[in-house]
């Protein structure tokens, strides 16, 4: 009879990390000054983000900790929340809103995400190398294209 407290603590906890994987997929709308003048809104599925109408194949690399979050977005490493690193190809010639580019002259490689309520935080990255989520590293980085707010109502 012990068992099957464990296996339901076990089917519980395996539950909440898939969902929490998948909480920043859906529609997100602009809400930060950056977002409404380059991106607008965006969608991310499992396999796509959608940008002003165009799509982009994503892949999901790994889960990031509260303390890149903290280290990339100033967020508060002890209130919940849950992001995600991507791997992703945008051109630097596909232009958005005001003919902006997500990364300059440079190709959009990485996309980090991190939520806590119904704000999404947004980073973007060029580079061929995955980037170090650290205070220090990106304070040194080039490749830190931007940083982008969203809301979902």
């Known amino acids: 009879m012990i068992r099957f407290p ?8 395996l539950a909440c990390a898939l969902s929490g994987m998948a909480q920043d997929r859906g529609t997100w709308s602009a809400a930060s000054s950056n977002a409404r003048a380059i991106t607008g809104d965006l969608e991310i599925s499992d396999a796509r983000l959608s940008i002003n109408f165009a799509k982009y194949p994503l892949a999901q690399i790994r889960s990031i900790t509260p303390a890149e979050a903290a280290a990339l977005f100033q967020a508060d490493s002890s209130a919940p929340g849950s992001g995600n690193l991507y791997r992703l190809s945008v051109p630097p010639t596909k232009q958005f809103l005001h003919h902006n580019t997500l ?6 490689q990485w996309m980090v995400t991190w939520l806590q309520g119904k704000d999404l935080q947004v980073a ?7 980037p170090i989520l650290t205070f220090d590293a990106l304070n040194s980085s080039a490749d830190l294209c931007g940083t982008f707010s969203y809301l979902r109502w």
């Open 6 to 13: 464990r296996l339901g603590a076990a089917l519980l906890l």
């Open 103 to 108: 990364c300059g002259s440079e190709e959009t």
């Open 124 to 130: 973007f990255f060029s580079g061929s190398k995955m």
